[in-house]
Structures are given as C-alpha cells and as structure tokens.
C-alpha cells in the first residue's frame, strides 16, 4: 500500500527557516508530479507548492520567493525549505501525489505541524 510520510514540523519563531522532507513509498516515483498543501486553523487545504515529473515548479503567490519545492527521485522524496517564515504559515503541511495527467489527488500524507511564533 502507498504511504506517504512526512516530518520535520516544529515550533519557530518568526523568521526562521524549516525543511520538510517527505517520503514516497510510491511505485515508478519519477512519474508523478507531487506537491505540499497546507490547512490552517479554520480554513481549506490549499495547494502551497508543485514540482512537475521533469521538476518545473509553480507556488502560491503566499510563499513565492520564500519556499522551495524539490524532489530527489532516487529517494522517492520530495522537500519544502520554508524560509522567513511568518506567523501566517502556521498550518498542518501535507504532502501529495497527483494523479498522472491529472491536477487531482492520488495519494496524502498524513501531515506535519509547523507553528511559527511572532
């Protein structure tokens, strides 16, 4: 069964700087386009950063020129570096497999915390 498995959440202050690996038990990996959304209290998963099978990536306008999204295919692992992180970005990060040609989701992570005081 595929598992997806986040960590690397933590408390930290207004900014800092997190990574957030996650790893894919997925099969053929390198196929599929993956991605980390993010839910705060209160609010819908939203879809924060995505990384193409060829690693094109593309960023809400929230974290644009703060995090970055990468993927080490032999490790079936993909990363979040979330730089000067704010206040704002206090949210459970989930990681995501999308579907093959598809914006639609295959796969979750459970999820990891991340607070970041002010």
């Known amino acids: 069964q595929e598992a997806l498995v986040e960590s690397g959440g933590n408390f930290v202050q207004a900014g800092g700087s997190l990574r957030l690996p996650c790893v894919a038990s997925?099969?053929?990996?390198?196929?599929?386009?993956m991605g980390w959304y993010r839910q705060a209290p209160g609010q819908e998963r939203e879809l924060i950063a995505e990384?193409?099978?060829?690693?094109?990536?593309n960023y809400a306008e929230s974290v644009k020129g703060r995090f970055t999204i990468s993927r080490d295919n032999p490790n079936s692992t993909i990363y979040l570096q979330m730089n000067s992180l704010k206040s704002e970005d206090t949210a459970i990060y989930y990681c995501?497999?999308?579907?093959?040609?598809?914006?639609?989701?295959?796969?979750w992570g459970r999820g990891t915390q991340v607070i970041v005081s002010s």
């Open positions: 990384i193409s099978d060829g690693g094109v990536t």
């Open positions: 997925t099969g053929l990996f390198a196929l599929y386009p």
């Open positions: 995501a497999r999308f579907r093959l040609g598809s914006s639609n989701v295959g796969a």
